[in-house]
């Protein structure tokens, strides 16, 4: 039996067919160390049409999802401050990736944002412009029950405090950047929980939204939620939710630079290599194929949508830290 994987790192492209547990390394551009190894994947027939259609959504083992962003390593310190200082976000213990990479850790209610020093490997980082500056990731949204508790927090930190403004809905809102240049959107909301606990909002410039809600809607299975205009932003958003978790697609303009590099999304799930055949079914990018990371007990398979925004499925073990993590609640 063949099958065919391929690997989008950069420029290259790795094609692998094989029936036997033949097993590559790859690296990720945070350093983590993964074996792609052929008897992961599900064999040809195991699965029916239905399920190989189906979306990945009865897969999902968490209510939210978990973004990851990357930036320069010499913003390291200023990052930390401001993520866990201005915006107040619990700082949860790192992940040693490698013996001089760490994935820092910090809390939005059920979810992680992850922050990751480096923009190794070939992706593309283009965040000039702004929310509508260009295609990918382009902004998280973070809410708040008080506005003077956030300028407080920013003024102690040392960061320029946000302007906010009345979006007519008994919210307020303002849009900062955080030290590597990516924008976040603090929104004012009564009885919104403190540190966004909430979970946290990631918008999205798609270059073909139609193609992009069919993404979301159709593969990873997110609900739909009615658009919405954003009066701050100036955009008409298109919001997909998984529990705490909303992505916003909207359509800045034509021919926008990429960035696929600066942030991505995370579902945790029960089953990687499902994700992974579900994938190939449709034709979907492969990112990074399905894999083993190295000493995490974990089985990930890295996707993309239509604009190169990393999906990436994991699928945690016994004595994974997340799993570990879980049963000391």
Not at 59 to 74: S, Y
Not at 103 to 113: D, E, F, H, N, Y
Request: aromatic share 8%; glycine share 10%.
């Amino acid at each position: 039996m063949t099958r065919h994987f391929t690997l989008l790192l950069g420029a290259a492209t790795l094609a692998t067919a094989s029936c036997a547990a033949a097993q590559t390394t790859v690296t990720t551009p945070e350093g983590a160390q993964m074996s792609v190894a052929s008897d992961l994947a599900y064999k040809p027939g195991e699965l029916t049409q239905a399920q190989l259609m189906s979306s990945t959504r009865d897969l999902m083992a968490m209510d939210a999802m978990n973004v990851f962003r990357r930036f320069p390593r010499d913003k390291t310190e200023a990052m930390v401050k401001f993520y866990t200082g201005a915006l107040a976000l619990k700082s949860l213990s790192p992940i040693q990736l490698t013996s001089s990479q760490q994935m820092l850790l910090t809390s939005v209610g059920k979810a992680q944002i992850k922050l990751s020093a480096g923009q190794q490997g070939d992706r593309k980082y283009n965040l000039e412009g702004g929310v509508k500056g260009g295609t990918g990731i382009r902004y998280f949204a973070l809410s708040y029950p008080d506005k003077q508790m956030v300028l407080d927090r920013f003024a102690a930190a040392g960061f320029p405090a946000p302007k906010f403004q009345d979006q007519g809905n008994g919210t307020q809102a303002a849009l900062v950047t955080d030290p590597g240049g990516f924008p976040i959107l603090i929104v004012i909301r009564p009885g919104a929980k403190d540190g966004s606990n909430d979970g946290v909002g990631v918008g999205i410039s798609a270059s073909n939204l139609e193609k992009s809600r069919a993404f979301y809607r159709e593969f990873v299975g997110l609900d739909e939620l009615p658009a919405i205009k954003d009066p701050l932003l100036g955009l008409t958003l298109y919001p997909y939710r998984n529990g705490e978790t909303t992505l916003y697609l909207y359509h800045a303009g034509e021919n926008l630079p990429q960035d696929n590099g600066s942030a991505g999304i995370q579902y945790v799930v029960t089953d990687s290599p499902m994700v992974a055949a579900k994938g190939a079914a449709r034709h979907i990018a492969v990112e990074t194929p399905l894999n083993k990371l190295t000493g995490f007990d974990l089985v990930t398979v890295w996707l993309n949508d239509p604009d190169g925004v990393t999906n990436y499925y994991a699928q945690v073990g016994p004595n994974s830290r997340t799993a570990q993590q879980a049963r000391n609640k």
